[in-house]
């Protein structure tokens, strides 16, 4: 729908093209596949609109993009233009006149140097409100074919300006041509590379095609890209072909996309509408997504995630081998591994403080329960400490699960984490979205990151102080429970994962934690680091917590100095790779970017190398993204990587 320039395909390609659009369409309906539903692919209902009430768009579905927008149309987009009829969206375009509010005489914009604009009509999009990565996207409407008329149901990515967010064009109509398009950024900025299809309308060889109604659909999983009409395939495009060329060279069709629903008017691609009477109508009987039920991924993570860069291959860095015991000796086999195993333990608890005993059966409480999409979100209160102490959070729960693999989700707060946060930190929802049961919490009221810290329990005049970051492992522990212990969860596949302050979480929970099946760690900094700012182990809320002494944030100098437990942990020359080799041999992934920047396989390696000792390859793995904030991208690996190792009862 974003035009650059008109596209063009070679008169052989084209001629190919309508040969075969003949033989399919004849064969779709020999064999009655006009009209097939998605359930013999094992696709279910996730989202939908039937448009069923009268009046506005349901504003929790669709925003309205207002004034000039695109492609120098002639119409103004306006709400009004927009609503609902007798189980119909009807999107209106009229030949009015719109004064245009930004117009300056001089200006050098086409969408400020117009004093008004001839034409109405109005664009929808879930925008901000609903977003998808892989399934079927269907709508089923009826197209107005007239000079000057440019009907689109169409995609854009979550990420990026366009070109490089990505675009699909499951429906775009203009002069004449069905068009079925896919692009990704070119070389040069604004610059489309297009994957694109036009069929001319003469060729349905049906003179009262466009004064019907026809469906029109994607199927896009990790690997390809398929629209259709009514069932007859218009174009293939393979996702292995479709990176960006610009210099981060993501491949934008593997990312969330939103949806749009649009009449345009002229413009670039349009043509002319002059003599076309008006209103002109796009007619939507329903928009409705549908994704596969989860089965597990089918497909292994990259290789690659699972190696060091060949720079980092065997260097383990200054680090002293977690294999050492305290007394010198090396474990050599892997019935020596339990042993020293239990040695790391005993002295990470012993440095940050032993935990009170286990809940056995943490208490849930139900607060309140909505639907969305495929799962239920529950509001909860889960018991996760002595005296009662509890954290609110929410329990995503897949619709019909049973004895699924399920996440704990850690952030700051729990409402990030299924989608009520910050772009691209939904993980829950995303999660439960493919199957997974979910349950994302916050911080405590005990381990606040506002001073002062008030301890998860008192542990007695002479014992060690309990550090924040173990008691929130502590927290951990008990959740993971709280989910061995519901129907819906296979209790051998909780897997924990979390992103910076959830990151070091994470971390910790799996490490000290066996019982978590496997880990993500987003960016936390793995390993102790006083050059980077934010991997700041030092502060009171994580290791730096001594009793009746607070000291400044920041970073440690002379002015400020260590404390708590993790001042003692850089004097006795331990590190966090010693936690890490507690993971073995259970898989985990560190999510890097800003903080965990390649070079960190210096202290990976020493994780592959227990694994290696215990017979186990390909359980320690890092991907890399260049800023700290996650990417769709670093989303989609994490997801992959959760899917893969959580998919079957192991």
């Known amino acids: 729908m974003v035009s650059s320039e008109y596209m063009n395909r070679s008169n052989i390609l084209t001629a190919f093209y309508l040969v075969a659009l003949t033989v399919a369409m004849v064969s779709a309906q020999r064999d009655g596949l006009q009209g097939s539903g998605p359930s013999a692919d094992r696709y279910k209902l996730v989202w939908a ?23 120098e149309e002639l119409q103004w987009y306006q709400p009004e233009n927009a609503r609902c009829e007798n189980g119909l969206l009807i999107i209106e375009g009229k030949r009015e006149r719109k004064s245009n509010p930004r117009y300056r005489a001089n200006a050098q914009s086409w969408r400020e140097n117009r004093p008004y604009a001839e034409y109405t009509s109005a664009s929808l999009t879930t925008r901000s409100l609903h977003k998808w990565m892989y399934g079927r996207l269907e709508m089923r409407g009826r197209i107005d074919t007239r000079p000057g008329l440019w009907p689109a149901f169409w995609t854009l990515g979550v990420e990026s300006q366009w070109p490089g967010c990505g675009e699909v064009d499951i429906m775009e109509y203009y002069r004449g041509m069905l068009l079925a398009n896919v692009a990704w950024a070119g070389e040069k900025r604004w610059a489309a590379v297009w994957d694109d299809v036009k069929i001319p309308l003469s060729e349905f060889k049906d003179p009262d095609w466009s004064k ?47 949806i749009i629903l649009n009449l345009a008017i002229g ?46 291959a065997g260097d383990f860095g200054h680090y002293k081998s977690p294999l050492i015991f305290d007394e010198g000796t090396a474990a050599q086999t892997p019935a020596d591994w339990p042993r020293r195993r239990q040695e790391i333990l005993k002295t990470w608890h012993g440095m940050m403080g032993a935990w009170p005993p286990l809940i056995e059966k943490p208490a849930m409480e139900y607060l309140a329960k909505e639907h969305r999409e495929n799962f239920a979100r529950h509001k909860v209160r889960v018991e996760i400490a002595p005296e009662r102490q509890t954290v609110d959070g929410y329990l995503l729960v897949p619709d019909g699960a049973t004895s699924c693999p399920a996440v704990l989700v850690v952030y700051y707060d729990a409402e990030t ?24 919490i916050g911080t405590p009221e005990f381990a606040s990151l506002k001073p002062p810290y008030k301890p998860l329990y008192e542990s007695g005049e002479n014992g060690t102080p309990l550090q924040p970051l173990s008691a929130l492992t502590y927290v951990a522990a008990n959740c993971h429970t709280a989910l061995a212990n519901l129907p819906e969860v296979d209790p051998n596949r909780i897997a924990v994962m979390g992103h910076s302050y959830g990151g070091k979480w994470a971390m910790f929970a799996s490490c000290l934690y066996e019982k978590f099946a496997c880990a993500v760690w987003s960016d936390p900094g793995i390993v102790f680091d006083e050059s980077r700012a934010n991997v700041n182990y030092w502060e009171p809320w994580y290791l730096g917590y001594a009793p009746n002494q607070q000291r400044q944030k920041g970073v440690p100098n ?13 004097q006795e020359g331990h590190d966090l790779h010693e936690l890490h080799a507690l993971m073995a041999p259970r898989p985990f992934l560190v999510s890097g970017g800003s903080e965990d920047r390649p070079e960190r396989w210096k202290a990976l390696n020493h994780s592959i190398e227990v694994n290696k000792l215990l017979g186990r390859a390909g359980s320690v793995a890092m991907t890399n993204r260049k800023g700290h904030s996650p990417t769709a991208e670093s989303n989609e690996q994490i997801y992959t990587f959760l899917e893969y190792f959580l998919a079957r009862p192991r």
Not at 281 to 291: L, N, T, W
């Open 49 to 71: 609109d039937e448009f069923d009430k009268d009046g506005s768009p349901d504003p929790c579905n669709w925003t309205c993009e207002r004034g000039f927008v695109r492609n």
């Open 212 to 258: 019907k109604f026809h469906v029109w659909r994607m199927d896009w999983d990790a690997d390809s890209i398929k629209l259709y009409v009514d069932d007859v395939l218009l174009n293939t495009v393979d996702l292995s072909k479709t990176f960006n060329k610009d210099q981060e060279g993501k491949n934008p069709l593997r990312q969330p996309h939103y």
């Open 267 to 312: 413009g670039t691609s349009g043509g002319d509408p002059a003599n076309t009477q008006f209103p002109a109508r796009f007619e939507i009987d329903y928009v409705r997504v549908y994704q596969k039920q989860f089965q597990g991924s089918t497909a292994e993570p990259d290789p690659s995630f699972f190696r060091p860069p060949a720079e980092f």
């Open 417 to 440: 984490g299924v989608g009520l946060g910050k772009e691209l930190r939904d993980f829950g929802c995303q999660l439960a979205k493919r199957g997974f049961v979910v349950l994302s």
């Open 558 to 570: 002379e002015t400020n100095p260590r404390t708590g437990a993790y001042k003692r942990m850089l």
